[in-house]
């Protein structure tokens, strides 16, 4: 098959393609490795004015190790060097991992980490990887630069918070948390994903949680795999480390050491700070004092129950039906 007509563009700098972009409102594709977009010209499922080319923008290229012990990589830099990059294997071990599961060699050496995380395909490697790494993603328009967590980019299928005039020109990646790890299973090498986990950091001890997804935002539930899935992302960083964190070792420490008062709003006092210390949380007032009730009645109910109990089981239990009632009333 052949794409239908349209007026090519290549832009020689991030100015001209933001230009280029205003200039055609919501009618103009932009083209960096091609390796989605091309296939959906040829079959006619993207219908572009024009396609402006980015391949000529040299602020888009190049992995920068940042003073932080992070990496600000930009938006063209191909999944080959992502891959084999010396500083990517050692400050973002999981994202040169992630990229080496990209497709085949052909695609890793046209393939950009921009097109992949702006496409967001569900079963691509890439944005789950960046999501795991708390990454931040820096986008440019008509109106200015804007730096979107990678947790809050990604809002479905196909869709994220890119808007049609921007241009994602950069990935900041945060230094490394020790533990990490990426499983994939697909039919054969290359093939799209089946099933694929990205985590990063240790699962108790990591602060960055994006509490932004569950608490300020509309969780979507689309459908039961994005249920389960969203379920499952609450079920590792909400549930399993306020448990093992916070009830496991906080609460049953100051529990046996001084009463059960002091030790429940201790330990339930810090696992809210936790989610207020996230960049990613939004700054409204309704966001704040919804994760400040929920977390806090959720926390003092888990001890409650650890202290009944003698046990974590029913305050895990009591949190998982939390957020399996939150992400069904929220959709």
């Not at 109910?301 to 202290?307: I, T």
Request: net charge positive; glycine share 10%.
């Amino acid at each position: 098959m052949k794409p239908a007509p349209f007026r090519y563009a290549r832009a020689g700098s991030l100015a001209e393609a933001t230009a280029l972009l205003a200039a055609e409102p919501g009618e103009a594709k932009l083209l960096a490795g091609g390796q989605s977009l091309v296939p959906l010209l040829n079959m006619r499922l993207a219908r572009p004015a024009v396609l402006v080319d980015l391949n000529g923008v040299r602020e888009l290229r190049g992995i920068t190790p940042s003073p932080d012990g992070g990496l600000r990589i930009g938006a063209l830099t191909r999944h080959t060097e992502l891959a084999t990059s010396a500083a990517v294997r050692e400050r973002a071990p999981l994202l040169a991992e992630a990229a080496r599961h990209v497709g085949h060699a052909a695609i890793r050496n046209r393939g950009t980490l921009g097109g992949s995380v702006a496409h967001a395909d569900p079963a691509a490697e890439l944005p789950a990887a960046l999501v795991a790494l708390d990454a931040r993603l820096r986008v440019t328009g008509p109106r200015g630069a804007r730096v979107i967590a990678a947790a809050l980019f990604f809002r479905g299928l196909l869709a994220t918070a890119l808007e049609t005039d921007e241009i994602l020109t950069e990935v900041l990646v945060p230094a490394a948390e020790p533990g990490w790890g990426f499983v994939e299973i697909a039919r054969r090498p290359g093939d799209f994903a089946l099933a694929g986990v990205a985590a990063g950091g240790f699962l108790g001890a990591h602060v960055l949680i994006t509490a932004a997804l569950t608490f300020g935002h509309r969780a979507y539930t689309g459908s039961l795999a994005a249920y389960g899935a969203a379920l499952a992302y609450d079920l590792g960083a909400n549930v399993l480390s306020a448990e093992w964190l916070f009830r496991g070792a906080i609460f049953s420490w100051g529990w046996r050491r001084f009463s059960f008062w002091p030790a429940a709003l201790v330990s339930t006092a810090l696992a809210v700070l936790r989610y207020l210390l996230d960049p990613a949380l939004p700054a409204a007032v309704e966001a704040r004092a919804g994760a400040i009730f929920y977390l806090g009645l959720v926390g003092l109910v888990g001890c409650a129950l650890r202290a009944w109990s003698g046990s974590l089981l029913p305050g895990y239990l009591a949190g998982l039906a939390f957020f399996a009632a939150y992400r069904v009333l929220a959709s």
